[in-house]
């Protein structure tokens, strides 16, 4: 009997939820001094996230009114009527919980299990509480353990590690009905796989080139011809897989035109999955649009917020967020307006970083290169769009921001080399990596080369070679290819293009 | 606001850049004499030396006519308005004498702090009324860049948003019209290190308050190129039981600093809030050796840890001017060091330094 007692067997039903569990684990802990008996250990707990503490409730009132409280919140008063108060009249909860002695460990089963995205392992120290709401912000709530920082910066220092870009071939099925279009190829999932594997199946030559490669959903899970899956294929050539996760563009009701991005509804259980399988990384865009109106401030201010929303989920399950919002080259602006819009665009969206604690050094930015708009009559160097994107990513990205990949967004494939290469030889102090996340950039020769035909797919494959080698110099600043050598005269050029 | 209504000209912005790389250029950091009336009355009175104008005047004298020695420390020197008309015994204007040694002259602008109703006991500061004109002036006076002290404090519910909003905003429109006036704009949102929070919480909260000030500058168009940013260093609070070395602290600072202020910004002058003088030196020299990546000046805006011995050796005594000016020369020569990564301080060996860097990365 006593050893029933002692060992106090009990099975926790499967119905009670993970938070319920928890709590119950660490109430019933056998080891006395492991067992959870502190109040800031207790506010900890995920069962009580969201309640506040009310010592006077706690101490002076039954569960059955905390319980009639709870469904009818307006009868303190009615509730507290009719009650003997004189059982606990010399219980002081403060002094109970409070007490001098120091807060123990959390127990072992606490430490070592997977709870609610927030906790982290480690003391229950008196700096981490949960917030409370009434007192704002002023306390961290731990959002990663310093593993899983860890983590999520070694692996945007892999993706963008000197020499290597990022091959974007996340194209959609709509996007790729295009691409395909263009080149009389009919858009099915056999032709979208084959035209993939000709990417894939590039040879150790990109390595050096590629940090890593954006999927689309359906390539994720499709294989090569002899059936090696497509993410296996890029790991065992060292380049890190990642997904698209947003769900495309849908209006802003009372804009001109404008758009946010939809994506995070069960965002964190499916990067729960592409992390399971196989992916490190992820990428979402935003749009802005640049008119006379555009963008408003709603725009720039919802997309930054959806921006971060998302960096925040993706950084709960190991996942470096790419973060990309997109100011398009449509229209007549000039450079100094393009500059102009991306400093704001940039800002709003590091703040909104910040809001929502998003750990910088474990994300990467995908902006647009400052160019002018498509139909703007006056022409720029190269120089002048660098001068104008680095300083632009100067005055607005924090250095922690461990590496910006561009986008090339209708650029040809010379033109954002070009541009790429003139950047890195930029003479202002550029504190992260600058290189590229190119889609067609990278992949306008080959899909050309190729048109569907199968005869034609190492010679696609080696264009695309090529281009990966030529972007990699670029984002060394050691490119020579093209109308422009900027291995000597360059640097003189660029102080006239200086981006006051 | 999709198009930019040019708050600066090509050539204003050349001249604002210009004043604030001389203010940091290497191994020179700012001698911030500016202390109220009020202020010097804390620091003349344990020396035993009367508050009065002609006191304060002498007072600033050993400063301002140390020698040559200074020339390579000392970028910039922050007056208060009294100073700038004051002049030394033989007539010469204090502003003049320091231009004239090619140091940048400058002015603190703000008056002083006042309490936001409904919090608990925060401030913000006041001195908006008039700022242009009182600029314009200035500027006439001789002085290149200006100085606004905002006051945060940590605490159970400090700072709250309100609190961080409302500085931002403030140092914003104060940097804003001391911009369109030629004057480099100091912005300092001091965060007081009064309290036992550690160096986690305290990290936090600067980088929640930087990241604040950049977004106020961004609405406001500040230009950052042509301001200067005087922060706190990140370190535990005074009654915090935990202490930290030299190289937690510039490794906290230094991660605080790059998660929020864009690399445009010119220069970052630490404040030294309370630190002794020796402390001040050495944790900046910690921060400019920190491995990680810092692409703006780091350097000091430092008053009691450039003054404090000066002042003890005075003591009001005209004998013992020339040994308070080596005092405060000495404080110059080693800051300067620090603000290089080269101070050697007498009691540390600073060797082994680096090495500790590594352990005590701050995430």
């Not at chain 1, 009650?83 to 127990?107: A, N, R």
């Not at chain 1, 632009?392 to 040809?412: D, E, H, I, K, N």
């Not at chain 2, 009336?37 to 600033?60: A, C, D, F, W």
């Amino acid at each position: 009997m006593l050893k029933k007692v002692k060992d106090c067997p009990y099975i926790l039903p499967e119905t009670f939820s993970s938070a319920l569990i928890s709590l119950l684990t660490e109430l019933l802990c056998k080891t006395p001094v492991n067992r959870l008996r502190n109040l800031e250990c207790l506010k900890m707990q995920a069962f009580f996230r969201g309640t506040s503490f009310d010592s006077l409730i706690l101490q002076k009132t039954p569960v059955k009114v905390i319980l009639e409280l709870r469904t009818h919140p307006d009868w303190p008063a009615k509730a507290l009527r009719g009650l003997s108060l004189d059982i606990f009249d010399d219980f002081d909860c403060d002094k109970i919980f409070h007490s001098p002695s120091t807060p123990t460990e959390l127990s072992p089963t606490l430490a070592t299990m997977d709870l609610a995205t927030e906790q982290t392992t480690g003391q229950c120290d008196s700096n981490q509480r949960l917030q409370d709401n009434q007192s704002g912000w002023t306390h961290q709530s731990p959002t990663l353990s310093e593993a899983q920082k860890r983590e999520l910066h070694e692996t945007a220092l892999r993706i963008v590690s000197p020499g290597k870009g990022i091959l974007a071939a996340d194209e959609s099925v709509g996007s790729m009905a295009k691409r395909l279009a263009q080149v009389g190829v009919e858009n099915t999932e056999e032709n979208r796989r084959q035209y993939r594997q000709i990417l894939f199946s590039a040879d150790d030559r990109v390595s050096g080139c590629i940090g890593g490669i954006i999927f689309f959903h359906e390539t994720l899970y499709q294989n090569s011809d002899t059936g090696i899956p497509f993410v296996k294929m890029i790991r065992t050539g060292g380049i890190l897989v990642g997904i698209k996760v947003d769900k495309g563009v849908v209006p802003l009701a009372g804009t001109f035109g404008e758009t946010t991005t939809q994506g995070l509804d069960g965002l964190s259980d499916r990067c729960a999955q592409y992390k399971k399988d196989g992916a490190v990384f992820a990428k979402w865009r935003c749009v802005l649009k640049v008119s006379e109106t555009n963008p408003s401030t709603l725009a720039i201010t919802e997309n930054a917020n959806v921006l971060a929303r998302y960096s925040s989920i993706c950084q709960q399950h190991g996942i470096v967020p790419i973060i990309e919002p997109e100011i398009l080259p449509d229209g007549d602006h000039d450079l100094k307006r393009s500059q102009y819009i991306t400093e704001k665009v940039l800002t709003a969206v590091y703040k909104a970083m910040s809001d929502h604690h998003v750990y910088l050094e474990g994300t990467l930015l995908k902006p647009n290169m400052v160019t002018s708009g498509h139909s703007c009559s006056t022409k720029y160097g190269p120089e002048e769009v660098a001068m104008a994107t680095v300083t632009a990513l100067r005055r607005t990205v924090p250095p922690a921001v461990t590496g910006v990949a561009f986008l090339s967004g209708g650029q040809s494939e010379e033109e954002a080399t070009v541009h790429l290469n003139a950047i890195n030889n930029c003479p202002l102090a550029k504190p992260w990596i600058l290189s590229f996340s190119f889609g067609r950039a990278l992949q306008a020769s080959a899909l050309r080369a190729w048109r569907g035909h199968k005869e034609n797919e190492k010679v696609a494959t080696e264009q695309f070679i090529k281009k990966a080698e030529a972007n990699s110099l670029a984002s060394q600043g050691k490119y020579t290819g093209g109308d422009n050598n900027y291995t000597d005269a360059g640097q003189r050029s660029y102080g006239s293009s200086h981006a006051y | 606001m999709t198009h930019q209504y040019p708050a600066l000209t090509t050539e204003q912005k050349k001249e604002l850049q210009e004043i604030a790389e001389r203010i940091t250029a290497p191994g020179k950091g700012i001698l911030a004499a500016d202390e109220s009336t009020g202020s010097m009355g804390k620091r003349l009175n344990p020396i035993g030396v009367e508050n009065t104008e002609e006191n304060r005047r002498r007072y600033r004298q050993l400063l301002f006519t140390a020698d040559q020695r200074i020339d390579s420390c000392i970028g910039g020197v922050i007056f208060f308005h009294e100073t700038l008309y004051q002049n030394t015994d033989d007539g010469t204007n204090f502003s003049q004498l320091i231009k004239d040694r090619g140091i940048v002259v400058g002015i603190k602008v703000d008056k002083g702090v006042v309490p936001l109703a409904g919090t608990d006991g925060e401030t913000t500061t006041q001195g908006l009324d008039g700022l242009s004109e009182r600029c314009a002036q200035y500027k006439k006076d001789g002085a290149d860049f200006a100085k606004w002290r905002s006051v945060l404090k940590i605490s159970e519910n400090t700072p709250s948003e309100l609190a961080i909003m409302e500085n931002a905003n403030v140092l914003a429109r104060y940097a804003s019209i001391c911009q369109q006036n030629g004057i480099v704009p100091i912005v300092e949102p001091e965060i007081l290190p009064d309290g036992e929070h550690d160096l986690k919480r305290c990290q936090y909260v600067s980088e929640k308050v930087l990241a604040a000030v950049y977004k106020a500058l961004s609405d406001h168009h500040v230009y950052l190129e042509g301001t200067l940013l005087k922060p706190n260093m990140v370190t535990p609070g005074h009654s915090c039981p935990t202490k930290v070395s030299h190289e937690e602290i510039a490794m906290a600072t230094v991660t605080a600093l790059r998660r929020t202020v864009p690399p445009a910004v010119t220069g970052v002058t630490f404040l030294s809030g309370g630190q002794s003088e020796e402390d001040a030196s050495i944790n900046l020299n910690a921060i400019n050796n920190c491995p990680l990546a810092k692409p703006w000046a780091l350097t000091f805006s430092y008053g009691r840890a450039l003054q404090a011995s000066a002042l003890n050796a005075w003591r009001g005594e005209l004998s013992n001017e020339k040994a308070a000016t080596e005092e405060f020369i000495t404080r110059a020569e080693a800051n300067s060091k620090a603000a290089l990564g080269k101070y050697q301080s007498s009691g540390s060996g600073t060797a082994a330094g680096k090495s500790l860097y590594v352990e005590n990365h701050a995430y």
